[in-house]
T-cell receptor
């Protein structure tokens, strides 16, 4: 498609439960990025993919967060044993090319609320 | 740490006025990008300026880049109520494949 599609729009989980978020990048885009935005402020980089390969995972809290981009499937971001501090809007973005020359196209985000 | 820092944090103007937002960064860059975020939505790419460019225009947007001062500015001329949004600058740090965003400027344009 021509837009980055994120599902669900809203997700509510009790503390300790698992949360799984999905992202379908724009067709033909090889790079996928996940960002976390807390309280409408700064965007924290989590992880990026080149096709199904992890490109940069320096922002991932690895003990509870994992992500995948498999062929012919939406990309996913999974949080095991959610904590209150995980409450945020999670944005997925895709780009056609690698790195500095390519603008990112963002989805509208998944709002995760951990209660 | 955030690469870009926008200034001011919030700006309120009347329709028809110009809005100027500034961004400072710390390390060397290949380019600097500006994005807009409307309430409840994702970021929308506005404009990209390369490190060897000093000024770039796109419609009512004018972006400047001063690499010696490690700063950029975004000017929106003849603002409209529809320009109400948060504006973020972003840079790729040298050698990194991740786009790092500043904290944003929240612009309110009053009709």
């Amino acid at each position: 498609g021509e837009e980055v599609a994120q599902t669900p729009k809203h997700l509510v989980r009790g503390e300790g439960q698992k949360a799984k978020l999905y992202c379908a990048p724009i067709k033909g885009h090889s790079y996928v990025f996940w960002y976390q935005q807390v309280l409408k402020n700064e965007f924290k980089f989590l992880i990026s993919f080149q096709n199904e390969n992890v490109f940069d995972e320096t922002g991932m809290p690895k003990e509870r967060f994992s992500a995948k981009c498999l062929p012919n499937s939406p990309c996913s971001l999974e949080i095991q044993a959610t904590k209150l501090e995980d409450s945020a809007v999670y944005f997925c973005a895709s780009s056609q090319w690698q790195g500095a020359g390519s603008p990112l196209h963002f989805g509208n985000g998944t709002r995760l609320t951990v209660t | 740490s955030q690469q870009g820092e926008e200034d001011p944090q919030a700006l309120s103007i009347q329709e028809g006025e110009n809005a100027t937002m500034n961004c400072s960064y710390k390390t060397s860059i290949n380019n600097l990008q500006w994005y807009r975020q409307n309430s409840g939505r994702g970021l929308v790419h506005l404009i990209l300026i390369r490190s060897n460019e000093r000024e770039k225009h796109s419609g009512r947007l004018r972006v400047t880049l001063d690499t010696s001062k490690k700063s950029s500015s975004l000017l929106i001329t003849a603002s409209r109520a529809a320009d109400t949004a948060s504006y973020f600058c972003a840079t790729f740090q040298g050698g990194s494949e991740k786009l790092v965003f500043g904290k944003g400027t929240k612009l309110t344009v009053n009709p």
